[in-house]
């Protein structure tokens, strides 16, 4: 199994939080596998430049070092548009981030790790849990 850490989660485990960093260890300890999506990857490296935070800039390069770098190729783009047209369709409305991250994950049929489930609840098939409650 492989699981996404969305950018809440990688903010939850940068800055200690206890129970994240607890279900990350059993994750390893259970021989999970991490992917990064590239714009997760994105939306932590620019917020952490932007804070001047070098300190946990250090930390997530040392905690993300060993995760496979999830690859954003046509298909998932696709997936991306199916999505958008799915949820618009029953009158959901989901921004673009959260909408490719859903993409790479159900491309790959990865399990997306995120605090915010009520942002990705009704995104057919996409595979959900958290590590923060």
């Given at each position: 199994?492989?699981?996404?850490?969305?950018?809440n989660i990688i903010?939850?485990?940068?800055?200690?939080?206890?129970?994240?960093?607890?279900?990350?260890?059993?994750?390893?300890?259970?021989?999970?596998?991490?992917?990064?999506?590239?714009?997760?990857?994105?939306?932590?490296?620019?917020?952490?430049?932007?804070?001047?935070?070098?300190?946990?800039?250090?930390?997530?390069?040392?905690?993300?070092?060993?995760?496979?770098?999830?690859?954003?190729?046509?298909?998932?783009?696709?997936?991306?548009?199916?999505?958008?047209?799915?949820?618009?369709?029953?009158?959901?409305?989901?921004?673009?981030?959260?909408?490719?991250?859903?993409?790479?994950?159900?491309?790959?049929?990865?399990?997306?790790?995120?605090?915010?489930?009520?942002?990705?609840?009704?995104?057919?098939?996409?595979?959900?849990?958290?590590?923060?409650?």
């Open positions: 199994m492989t699981y996404v850490l969305d950018t903010i939850h485990l940068i800055s200690g939080n206890p129970t994240a960093i607890s279900r990350y260890e059993e994750c390893l300890l259970d021989s999970k596998n991490i992917a990064l999506s590239p714009y997760v990857d994105f939306e932590i490296r620019r917020g952490l430049r932007y804070k001047k935070a070098t300190a946990k800039e250090q930390v997530y390069e040392k905690l993300c070092q060993d995760w496979i770098l999830g690859e954003m190729g046509r298909n998932v783009w696709l997936q991306a548009v199916n999505i958008y047209s799915e949820l618009r369709h029953k009158g959901f409305s989901v921004c673009d981030a959260d909408i490719l991250i859903a993409a790479l994950c159900l491309e790959n049929h990865y399990t997306l790790v995120t605090n915010n489930t009520k942002d990705f609840i009704n995104i057919n098939g996409l595979k959900l849990i958290n590590w923060v409650t």
